[in-house]
């Protein structure tokens, strides 16, 4: 199985990080076709296409930008990068910006044409300097050379791209978090439709705003310069994931790193990319932490696809893929991935801040060999009051690991709950 190499194929020549290399790789062919086109025709292109947000969610890309009303005559339009990658397990963007800067810059500047945007964000983590530095440094070329600020290529199109640097929230990754961070408010998450409307119609400062991830305006080149015909031919086997993605794995393999794939790729195909397994799988986490774990049998049957992983319990994600060998023990894996949710939790909203916390306390107990009678169902019924209650996404993020854990190993959580230590003998993961 052949890695399919679209995003990636000249991540690694350092002269595609400079305009001259870039062009020369035939890099802004996209947009000096979609600046020949009308703004419905871009995102027509994109609906043809099948793209899907790379962010986690998948929701499809061409809705976001066909949602920003045609002629509203806003002060501004805002397209916006989310590159907070807070995430575990997922570095993607992190290579995309430091490795294909222009990618995600033609994309956005593509998007922004569509939308009419004339002011771009990209809000990237803090913890992020060299994609900061690198993505600085090929947005300073692209204005030099005309391709962002006034006019670009003569086109009468205008577009300004900044950067905003977070500080190291992964709710900041939250879109309607980001936006109050970015405009310089506690990073805490909005009321989201129907309660209020879409960033498209009311965004960053209540102008219409398009969001996107970092890997999802990286595709957009290739759709307008290619069709969205052709794109829409990648993954053509699942049922409706189109294209590539971009796996970070990472964990017992022997050769960790992103990998691009095309939908439709299994699971294990995927490992084998990476160097296969070291050991013996036990599980993985395949579309970052906040996903539900599946077991060694799963992931023989898993197939990458938004609706195929879903089938085998769990999901696409961020494409944050952690592969766990035999002397992982799950019950501290959890209580580890427990911790990072509930230092994370904004502390907004009562079942999120409570919950995350409460979970903490009954993981911790257990792996410090101190576990109740009932702390698993414990456990599941706190995830059951966390899990679609919560103001934003994070409280799902912090139940749906606990929750797919107990699901595909509840013998480890009991074990250790009444024999006071793990099944696994294995201090892999140590407990503070
Ligand atoms: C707690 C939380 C953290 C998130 N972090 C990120 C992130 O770091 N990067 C990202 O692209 N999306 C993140 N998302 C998803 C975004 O809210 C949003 O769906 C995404 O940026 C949309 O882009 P897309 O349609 O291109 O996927 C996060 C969501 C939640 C609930």
Redesign the pocket.
Known sequence: MAETKLLLEHAHDPSYRTLDGYLAKGGYAGLKRALGMDRQAVIDQVKASGL????????P?WI?WNGIEKDKHAPHHFMLC??????PG?FK?KQLMEETPFLVIEGMTIGGYATQADTGYVYI?GEFVDAARAMRKAIDEAYAAGYLGKNILGSGYDFDLHIHMGAGS?????????MSSLMGERGM?RLKFPHAPLPTVAGLWDLPTV???????AVAPFILERGGEWYSTLGASTKNSRGTKVFSVSGHVNKPGNYEIDFGTTLLDLFALAGGVKGTLKACVPGGS?VPMIDADACSKAVIGYEEMAEVGSMVG?GGCIVLNDQVCIVKFIWRTALFYAN?SCGKCTPCREGTRWLLQILERIVKGNGQPGDKELLLEICSQIDGRSF???G??AAWPVVGAIKAFPQEFDYYIANGRSMVESDLVLVG
């Not at 989310?82 to 995430?87: K, L, V």
């Not at 992964?170 to 980001?178: D, I, Q, R």
């Open positions: 899907r947000g790379r962010g986690g969610a998948g929701f890309t976001k989310n590159a907070d990658e807070g995430e997922t963007d983590r992964y709710e900041c990754g939250e879109e309607s978090a980001l998450p969001i996107n991830n970092v890997e999802t305006y906040s961020s994370e934003c996404g994070l799902d993020a």
